[in-house]
């Protein structure tokens, strides 16, 4: 059955007495938090600069490479929260309860990149110079959105905001530090708070316009990048996250994609126009490919990681042998 499409104009105020409902249950669920609680200062220390401190040196940091590059990746993906502001205001309205929802969410993802950064200084995991002009950078590029529209802005934000609480929650696990996990899990809590209002949006758009919905998931699937790809040594950094398990394609399609679809019932729907079906047609294949894909990177990462213990045990200095008297 083919439907009238909607604009966004009409959709975003169809959508706004739900919008306005989640806006309510956020506030009623959300709990008081203060970054500074989650630093701990008791162990910094001057860096070397006006204050005459001590400079910083790699050694000084306790957590692996692996697990200060997740930081970095997800400190700076914070950083740029004025151009994610921007993009959702574009793609929605300051108007009404969005307007209201936007800056609630603005105001809650703020804390995020200040007690990150704060963890970061604190225990001298990362070189602060270098970190700044990351952020310099990050930020100078300013953010732009893969959204097309209301909808596609709505799937993108409920995708990225499940994979930013997944990312979190497994840096902190990976770092070994119980300061640095309960810090990471509670920004992981706000994260998963924020993917539940989208999440809930979006499973409200179904009722209004599944056919759109259907291409804007599908679209942003299978274009799907994380916010911060942009930002200075991206690539490397994430290839050595994925090889450290802490967020891989295996990851992404069993911990985020699959869970949102299947909480939406994507693959349930009934009634899509042909729109819709061939959207979910070329979604399910997609997640075919993906999944093979994910399969094979789990198989190549054994081998590299198999390869790496072997190389390290041959290097190891063998303890010498002490002749036996006869």
């Not at 200084?121 to 300013?142: C, F, I």
Request: hydrophobic residues 40%.
């Amino acid at each position: 059955m083919k439907r009238p499409k909607r604009d966004d104009a009409s959709l975003i105020r169809e959508l706004e007495p739900f919008a306005a409902g989640l806006l309510s249950r956020h506030i009623a669920a959300a709990r008081e938090w203060f970054p500074h609680q989650y630093v701990p200062w008791g162990v910094g220390r001057d860096f070397d600069g006006p204050l005459e401190g001590e400079p910083w040196q790699e050694d000084q940091s306790r957590l692996d490479p692996a697990a200060r590059s997740a930081l970095v990746v997800n400190l700076l993906t914070e950083d740029n929260l004025p151009g994610y502001h921007h993009a959702l205001a574009v793609n929605s309205t300051r108007e009404g309860a969005w307007g209201e929802w936007l800056n609630r969410w603005t105001a809650e993802e703020d804390r995020h990149a200040s007690s990150i950064r704060g963890y970061l200084h604190a225990t001298r995991a990362v070189d602060p110079v270098a970190l700044e002009r990351a952020r310099m950078a990050q930020v100078s590029t300013g953010f732009e959105s893969p959204a097309t529209g209301c909808l596609s802005g709505i799937a993108y934000v409920a995708l990225q905001e499940l994979a930013t609480r997944i990312s979190h929650r497994n840096t902190g696990r990976h770092s070994g530090d119980p300061v640095c996990e309960r810090l990471m899990a509670r920004i992981a809590q706000d994260e998963n708070l924020h993917m539940v209002f989208y999440r809930e949006v979006l499973r409200a758009a179904l009722t209004i316009a599944p056919d759109q919905v259907l291409v804007a998931v599908e679209e942003n699937v299978r274009s799907f990048r994380m916010p911060g790809h942009a930002m200075p040594g991206f690539a490397p950094m994430a290839a050595q996250i994925a090889v450290a398990g802490v967020y891989d394609l295996r990851i992404h399609h069993d911990d985020v994609l699959m869970p949102l679809l299947r909480n939406l019932k994507i693959f349930d729907l009934e009634g899509l126009g042909p729109e819709g079906e061939q959207a979910r047609d070329s979604l399910a294949s997609h997640l075919e490919r993906l999944d093979a894909r994910a399969g094979l990177f789990v198989e190549r990462r054994a081998q590299v990681l198999a390869a790496r213990q072997r190389r390290a045990h041959e290097e190891r200095p063998q303890a010498p042998v002490t002749p036996v008297p006869e």
